[in-house]
């Protein structure tokens, strides 16, 4: 029984306790970026008006679509093989692949752009200006994706945080200047987010200390296999997810025009950006942990069990408010001209806490190198989704916005728990989820009888936030998780 719990403490409470430390390092990136977003949604609604915020949103999904294409896929297999090839001293061959990689997809991509610019407008409801602006954009995105993935593969969360947080402070001083002094527009966001983004890309180059890396040589031949197989299948997953989540601005665009992508636009960001940002504190530094765990042949899934009972710790309260709230929520975070968004909230929140749950049940394909069986997953939501959209946008308007994205997110997530594999499979944490409903039970209550008071939502909120987490905490002892 002894080597049976010191085998625990070794695989299991240790890894989470490296794991939450590294999370305290990480956690003031994104509470700041959490905040960050927060206050970019009333600063950008006041000073946009519905149509060009719809513009400024689906010039976005553009620029996310591309990256999904051409970039981000890269920076994922850097950090999957990161400790593989650090195992086997191949580093500087193994980065100067990467970027070699990333230099020629964005070559292809400028080419392809090229050729089928005027497909791109026509597609994507997008004029010339705006695609100018993303095109240029991207490669300071391109290269800071690259570049925050090595450093969370080198785990260097104090560098992570620092950079995060300087990110956000200046896309917003850059951007909110250039809507007030070169009055562009929409135009103005992606500009600021150029030049701010550029800045911590240089940044970044000296923190990642990539330079030293690179080398002058003919690239590595089997290297670039291993992360085609493993990145291309990643990519046509991210595009299926796009599908799921952003396709839904062009088709509201579509039947509907720009002022409703513009509400669409508003609900998402007070949603996925902000609660994704929250619930990834976790994920973000325990993914490299896990990852490195896996390559040096422990079990994984007692330590992704106990994460993901800490996420829905974290999650379900917040999501519950959100829908509770939607309209007190909008009116404070957003200009009232937006107020149809609120219909959304409830809808883009629970399909934002299903998606970041997929993290937890989807880390099993990553490990194994099994990326295709995700991308199946992801295509098969990504259709349902595309189905469910045309048809219920057109009907249902911004009803039907969120009706197919929850609907799809839900599909995507029941996907994940049914095809596993084995010995990766998700383990429930049966205990935190009781330790959870029971939580709740009060706090229901508590709930019903503020709505008997003249008490303003935002005490509301708070009050209910705290009575729940004060009760999860007062209560843990009872639902302490025991070696079985």
């Not at 625990?8 to 989470?16: A, H, K, Q, S, T």
Request: glycine share 4%; with cysteine.
């Amino acid at each position: 029984m002894t080597q049976e719990i010191d085998k625990y403490i070794r695989e299991v409470e240790l890894p989470v306790k490296h794991i939450f430390k590294d999370m305290l390092k990480y956690a003031p990136s994104k509470i700041f970026g959490l905040f960050g977003n927060a206050v970019i949604v009333p600063v950008y609604t006041n000073l946009l008006s519905p149509s060009e915020y719809g513009l400024y949103t689906i010039s976005l999904a553009v620029l996310s679509f591309l990256c999904i294409l051409f970039s981000d896929w890269i920076g994922l297999a850097g950090l999957r093989f990161f400790r593989q090839n650090q195992l086997c001293n191949q580093i500087p061959k193994y980065l100067s692949t990467l970027v070699l990689m990333l230099a020629s997809n964005l070559t292809v991509m400028y080419v392809l752009c090229f050729i089928f610019r005027q497909k791109f407008y026509e597609y994507f409801n997008i004029p010339p200006k705006a695609f100018l602006f993303i095109l240029i954009l991207i490669i300071p995105v391109a290269i800071r994706a690259l570049l925050f993935q090595v450093l969370r593969a080198q785990i260097k969360p104090g560098a992570f945080t620092v950079s995060t947080i300087v990110n956000q402070i200046l896309t917003i001083v850059f951007s909110v200047l250039i809507i007030k002094y070169l009055h562009l527009g929409a135009m103005s966001i992606l500009l600021g987010m150029s030049v701010s983004i550029t800045l911590i890309d240089i940044m970044l180059i000296f923190q990642t200390d990539i330079l030293s890396y690179l080398r002058s040589e003919l690239p590595n031949l089997k290297m670039i296999k291993s992360v085609f197989i493993y990145g291309i299948p990643i990519a046509v997953a991210a595009i299926s997810l796009w599908a799921i989540n952003q396709s839904n601005k062009f088709i509201t665009t579509h039947y509907h025009g720009l002022e409703n992508a513009g509400f669409v636009g508003v609900a998402y960001s007070m949603t996925f950006p902000l609660l994704m940002t929250l619930f990834a504190i976790i994920t973000i530094a325990a993914v490299p942990r896990i990852i490195n765990l896996y390559e040096d042949k422990i079990d994984v899934r007692p330590v992704i069990s106990r994460l993901t009972g800490y996420y829905l710790m974290i999650s379900v309260p917040i999501v519950a408010v959100i829908c509770l709230y939607s309209k007190d929520i909008l009116y404070l975070f957003a200009n009232r001209q937006y107020i149809e968004a609120y219909i959304l909230l409830p809808y883009f929140a629970l399909s934002a806490l299903f998606l970041s749950f997929t993290d937890y049940t989807s880390i099993q394909y990553h490990l194994a190198n099994k990326t295709y069986i995700l991308t199946i997953l992801k295509v098969l939501s990504a259709v349902v989704g595309l189905i469910l959209n045309i048809f219920l946008i057109k009907k249902l308007g911004l009803i039907g916005v969120g009706i197919a994205t929850l609907s799809s997110n839900i599909l995507y997530f029941v996907l994940t728990l049914t095809v596993t594999l084995p010995q990766l499979e998700w383990k429930v944490p049966y205990k935190k989820i009781l330790h959870i409903a029971v939580c709740f039970i009060p706090a229901a209550i508590i709930w019903f009888l503020l709505q008997k008071t003249q008490v303003l939502p935002i005490l509301q909120i708070n009050i209910l936030l705290f009575s729940y987490y004060l009760l999860f905490y007062l209560t843990r002892k009872f639902f302490k998780e025991v070696l079985s």
